[in-house]
């Protein structure tokens, strides 16, 4: 009888002589599971994706509940860039530079956090810098409205995803705009800025 397709033949070849086991081991290929998942590479061999989010605001000055969103940004993700705005047309209580060195003096703990300047539009800086998400603190529901109109035109002209963080309670009250008016009034601001932040803002205001 002819062997069965697909199946080696166990007969001897010579009438007499000693017969051979067969072995029935396979090589495995993937093209041999049709259907089934391609073999994934060693890990050495998997490419890294680092991901990268950008944190903007004006943080005129910046406040504990800034730090805060950065700070757990900073945990969730590979690259965090504090992304601040200089607008031309608005003139704040504290410069560009004033701001940008306040904030770096408060991120100088965390390694995977940068600081940067940037005018116009957002959605141009984050593709300027490979950045495709943008990372955005919500303090109350009034917040979300406005910052899901923003998420929603960054993603049709960027195209830039937005993650929202609530900001922890006891953060949520806070403003740029309101710490500089209790401020203003001589008020108790420790419990709303870190303490060179306050220095600088008595500074400012006297």
Known sequence: MPPRPGRR??????????ARPCSTARTWSPNVAAG????RPPPSQEPTVTV?????????????GHLDVIARASARFDEVVVAVLENPRKQGLFTIEERIALIEAEVA???????????GL????????GIGLVCKGLRAVSDFEY?????QMNQRIGPVETVFLSTSPE?????SSLVKEVARYGGNIEHAVPPRVAEALHGKLG
């Open 122 to 129: 957002l959605v141009d800086f984050c593709n300027a810098r």
């Open 109 to 119: 703990g965390y390694p995977n956090v940068t600081v940067d300047r940037f005018e």
């Open 52 to 64: 990268a989010v950008a944190c903007p605001g004006s943080f005129d000055p910046v406040t504990l």
């Open 147 to 151: 910052e899901l109109q923003m998420a």
């Open 36 to 39: 089934g998942p391609a073999p």
């Open 171 to 175: 953060h949520s009250y806070l403003s």
């Open 9 to 18: 033949s166990c007969s001897p070849s010579n009438r007499g002589s000693t």
